[in-house]
C-alpha cells in the first residue's frame, strides 16, 4: 500500500510542477499579448489620425482646386452679367483682406512674364494707415514670393521663364518650372533615405504613414468654359491696370508697391472698365480655360522654422487658350501641426500622450528621441517632408503592474493549492498509516478472540467429557470441575459480552439505562464475583468503600468497568512479588471515583493514553503471554464517558498502577 501512495504522490508532485511552468508560461504569452494588444491600440490610433488628417487636407486641396482663377485677382468680373452692357460690374476677391485661408498663406499669382498679384494688391499708399499689419504681412509676402519661389521657378538663364511659359500646351508643369540643381539634389537626397527612416521606424514600434493629399497625381485637371467677353475683363483689365499702376519692373522679386503720386488701381480700374476691349477675330464667344493639379514646390527661406525643411508652396498651372499662368499659396505650417494635434487630442485613449518632434532640415538624417514613454512612432508622410508623431504611455508600467498582479494571484492560488495537496498528501499517508494499523489491530483482535474463546470451550470440553464418562470419583475434583466450568464460562460471557459492547458502541446502538441506586453495591458483588478467579491465579482482592450514597447509573456498564479493570489487573501483574489487588469507591463535588489498584509493573507514560485505544495491547501479538482481545480498557473509556466522566491512570506505590475511573455525580 504505501508503494502505491508513493507512486500516487510522485504523480501528483510531477503533474503540480507541470502546472506551475504552464501557468508561468501562460502568464509570459498573457504579457506579450498585452503588449501586442496595447501596441495595435497605438497603431489603430496612429492610423485614425492620419485619415482624419488626410481628410481635412483631402477637404482643404478639393476645395482649393475648385476655387475659381478669379479668386486669384484683387477684382473680378461676376459670371451672371449680361455681355451687351457696356460697363461690367466688378467684385473684389473673397481672398482680399488676409492673408490666411485655413491651411492656405499669401495666395499669389504669377502673370507670364514673371510679376506677382496677390488678392492683396488694391491695398493703396493713402489706405495703409487703416490696415498696417496687413500692408507689413502682404509686403513680406509678395517679397518672399520672389526671393524664394521665383528663382526656384525661373530658369538659369534671363528670360527662360517666359519662354517656359510660352510654350505649347503639351508642355507639362513640370518641366516648365526648372529646379535648381542643389534643390533637385537635396530632394533626390532625402527620397533615398525615405527608406533607411521606415525602417528605423519600423525597429522603434512603429510605421510611416503616407498622406497622399498633396500629391499631384491625386488631384485632376479642370477644363471649363467662360465667355470670351469675361475672360478679357477679367484679365487683361488687371494686367493693364498693374502695369499702369506700378513701374515696369518693380514687381519683379523687389514687391514694391507704387507711390502716392501714382494713380490708384480703383481708378485705373474703373477707367478700364468704361472703355473695354474690343477683339476684332474672335474664333468663339466662349474659352476653354484648363486648371491644372497642385504642384509641391519646396524652397529654402526660414529653414530653420520650418518642419519640412523649407517653405512649401503649392502651385498649379493655368492656361486659357494661348495665356499660361500660375496660380498657388503657401502652406501654413502652423496650421497643419494645430490640425494634427486636434486630431491627435481626438483620437488618443485612455492612458495615451502625444507630442510633435520636428527635424532641423530637409536633408537631415532621420532621428527620434530615446524616450521610454514613447510606445509608437508613427511618421506623418507628406511625400515633400515628414511630420514625426511619438505616441507615449502615460503610465509605461502599466502593463508591468497588470503583469505582477496576475502574477502574484497566480502563484498565491499556486501556494494554496500545493498547501492543499500536500495536507492532502499527508492526511492521505496518515489516514494509510491508521488503516494499516487498524487492520492489523483488527487481525490481532481477531486471533486474540480465537484464542480467547478456544481456551475457556478446550476447559469446558475437557471437564465435561471427565463428568460424562465418570472418570472423576472424588467430590471434591467434582466441586472443582464443576466450579473451573462456571468460571470458564463466565470468562466466556464476559468476553462475549464485551465483544458485543463494542459492536453496539461502533454502530451507535449501545443503550444506557440509569438508575438510582448503591455503587457500593454493585461493586462489591463484582469483587465477589471475581475473587475466586483472581485467587485461582494468586491474587487476593481487598475492597476500601466509602460512602458515596445514593447515585444515578448504569448497573451493567458500572459491572463491566469493575470487571474489566480487575481482569486486567490480574493479566498484568501476574509476576508481582505483592499480589493483592486494591478496590476503592470514594465521591468529591463533582465525581464519584472506582479505583483499582495493583503492584505490578505499572504503565509507561508513552503508553498512557494508547492503552484505551480500541484493540490497542503493548507487544507483538507473537510474543505476547498476556491474554485478552484489547477492548476492555477501551470499554471502561467509553462507559465512563457515557457517565460525563474520565479515566485516568495513578502511580502506584512503591510499584504498580491506579486505574481511576470518575463517573458524574448527576446525569
Known amino acids: 500500500m504505501y508503494k502505491r501512495l508513493t507512486i500516487l504522490s510522485l504523480i501528483i508532485f510531477a503533474a503540480l510542477c507541470g502546472l506551475v511552468w504552464l501557468g508561468y508560461h501562460s502568464i509570459r504569452i498573457r504579457a506579450q499579448g498585452m503588449e501586442g494588444a496595447r501596441l495595435g491600440e497605438f497603431a489603430a490610433v496612429a492610423e485614425q489620425i492620419r485619415q482624419d488628417v488626410k481628410h481635412k487636407l483631402d477637404e482643404f486641396i478639393e476645395r482649393e482646386q475648385n476655387r475659381p482663377y478669379t479668386d486669384y485677382l484683387y477684382y473680378h468680373v461676376p459670371e451672371n452679367v449680361i455681355s451687351s452692357q457696356q460697363q461690367m460690374p466688378i467684385l473684389r476677391s473673397p481672398l482680399a483682406g488676409r492673408l490666411e485661408h485655413g491651411l492656405a498663406y499669401g495666395n499669389f499669382q504669377i502673370e507670364p512674364g514673371g510679376s506677382i498679384t496677390t488678392p492683396n494688391d488694391d491695398i493703396e499708399q493713402g489706405g495703409r494707415g487703416l490696415n498696417d499689419e496687413l500692408y507689413a504681412e502682404a509686403l513680406l509676402n509678395t517679397t518672399n514670393i520672389g526671393r524664394n519661389l521665383l528663382p526656384v521657378l525661373s530658369a538659369t538663364r534671363p528670360g527662360s521663364f517666359e519662354t517656359g511659359l510660352n510654350k505649347e500646351n503639351k508642355v507639362s508643369l513640370k518641366t516648365q518650372l526648372k529646379v535648381p540643381e542643389q534643390v533637385e539634389l537635396a530632394r533626390n537626397e532625402d527620397l533615398k533615405k525615405k527608406g533607411e527612416q521606415s525602417k528605423t521606424v519600423q525597429g522603434q514600434r512603429g510605421k510611416a504613414l503616407p498622406i497622399e493629399s498633396l500629391q499631384r497625381q491625386a488631384q485632376e485637371t479642370q477644363v471649363m468654359k467662360q465667355r470670351r467677353s469675361v475672360f478679357e475683363y477679367n484679365i487683361f483689365s488687371n494686367a493693364e491696370l498693374f502695369q499702369q499702376a506700378v513701374p515696369s519692373g518693380a514687381r519683379q522679386g523687389d514687391a514694391q508697391i507704387p507711390g502716392q503720386a501714382e494713380p490708384t488701381r480703383r481708378q485705373t480700374a474703373q477707367q478700364q472698365v468704361s472703355q473695354p476691349p474690343t477683339v476684332q477675330e474672335r474664333q468663339s464667344e466662349m474659352v476653354q480655360v484648363r486648371i491644372g493639379p497642385f504642384e509641391t514646390i519646396v524652397t529654402g527661406g526660414n529653414t530653420a522654422e520650418s518642419i519640412f525643411g523649407g517653405q512649401v508652396f503649392l502651385v498649379r498651372h493655368v492656361q486659357i487658350e494661348d495665356r499660361h499662368f500660375w496660380q498657388g499659396f503657401q502652406l501654413n505650417e502652423k496650421k497643419l501641426i494645430e490640425g494634427v494635434k486636434k486630431s491627435a487630442s481626438k483620437f488618443v485613449r485612455e492612458g495615451m500622450s502625444f507630442e510633435l518632434a520636428q527635424t532641423k532640415s530637409a536633408d537631415a538624417a532621420y532621428t527620434t528621441t530615446e524616450n521610454e514613454d514613447i510606445a509608437y512612432t508613427a511618421v506623418l508622410d507628406f511625400l515633400f517632408g515628414d511630420l514625426v508623431l511619438h505616441l507615449k504611455e502615460i503610465d509605461p508600467a502599466w502593463i508591468g503592474k497588470q503583469i505582477n498582479h496576475l502574477r502574484n494571484w497566480y502563484f498565491s492560488i499556486v501556494g494554496i493549492v ?250
Request: glycine share 8%.
Open 418 to 667: 500545493l498547501l492543499a495537496v500536500a495536507l492532502g498528501l499527508a492526511s492521505l499517508w496518515r489516514s494509510a498509516g491508521v488503516q494499516i494499523r487498524l487492520a492489523q489491530k483488527k487481525d490481532d483482535f481477531i486471533s486474540a478472540v480465537s484464542h480467547e474463546l478456544r481456551t475457556p470451550l478446550t476447559s469446558i470440553r475437557m471437564y465435561s467429557e471427565m463428568l460424562e464418562k465418570n472418570w472423576v470419583k472424588s467430590e471434591d475434583k467434582l466441586t472443582e470441575y464443576y466450579r473451573n466450568m462456571r468460571q470458564e464460562s463466565e470468562r466466556l460471557s464476559r468476553l462475549i459480552e464485551n465483544v458485543l459492547d463494542f459492536s453496539r458502541i461502533q454502530r451507535g446502538r449501545k443503550k444506557y439505562t440509569f438508575k438510582a441506586g448503591d455503587i457500593n453495591k454493585c461493586i462489591a458483588d463484582v469483587v465477589e464475583m471475581m475473587r475466586p478467579y483472581a485467587a485461582q491465579r494468586g491474587f487476593t482482592i481487598k475492597t476500601e468503600l466509602g460512602r458515596v450514597g445514593q447515585m444515578v447509573f448504569d448497573g451493567d456498564a458500572v459491572t463491566q468497568i469493575a470487571v474489566n479493570l480487575l481482569d486486567n489487573a490480574v493479566k498484568y501483574a501476574r509476576d508481582a512479588e505483592d499480589k493483592t489487588i486494591t478496590v476503592r469507591t470514594g465521591s468529591d463535588e463533582r465525581f464519584i471515583l472506582i479505583e483499582v489498584e495493583d503492584h505490578g509493573p505499572g504503565v509507561p507514560h508513552r503508553q498512557r493514553k494508547r492503552i484505551f485505544e480500541q484493540f490497542y495491547r503493548s507487544g507483538a501479538e507473537a510474543i505476547r503471554e498476556t491474554t485478552g482481545t484489547g477492548l476492555g480498557l477501551a470499554l471502561v473509556k467509553k462507559f465512563a464517558e457515557a457517565h460525563n466522566g474520565f479515566v485516568e491512570i495513578i502511580n502506584a506505590r512503591p510499584t504498580g498502577a491506579i486505574f481511576r475511573v470518575a463517573l458524574g455525580a448527576q446525569v
